[in-house]
């Protein structure tokens, strides 16, 4: 089992970056694959990375890709979302999760540890 917990979180302007954190508790994290996902008020749960066990493989939506960078320091038991050219639209919340089962999954459905959340709004 695994306890998840995001940070970094927070208000910037258009234009800005952000990096954000997710720590995980106990001495197996490496055999996880972890997710970051954002749900925007009103709005689904959308998927928009994941990041293999040993970080060799990742997988990003489209409405990401080119922008935000995800990696992982298993030595730390972290994973972490580098977010640039941030835009007013990537206002939400921001969550991550992890997989035991999955090289890269890719749906909320996959996921059963999830942290939770951390908030990240872009005036424009």
């Known amino acids: 089992q695994v306890q998840l917990v995001e940070s970094g979180g927070g208000f910037v302007q258009a234009g800005d970056s952000l990096r954000l954190s997710c720590a995980a508790s106990?001495?197996?994290?490496?055999?996880?694959?972890v997710g970051w996902f954002r749900q925007a008020p009103g709005k689904d749960r959308d998927f928009l990375v994941a990041?293999?066990?040993?970080?060799?493989?990742?997988y990003y939506s489209g409405s990401v890709k080119g922008r935000f960078t995800i990696s992982r320091d298993n030595s730390k038991n972290t994973v972490y979302l580098q977010m640039n050219s941030l835009k007013p639209e990537d206002t939400a919340v921001y969550y991550c999760a992890a997989d035991s089962k999955r090289s890269l999954p890719t749906s909320r459905t996959m996921y059963g540890y999830w942290g939770q959340g951390t908030q990240v709004s872009v005036s424009s």
């Open positions: 990041i293999s066990r040993s970080g060799g493989s990742t």
């Open positions: 106990g001495r197996t994290f490496s055999s996880y694959a």
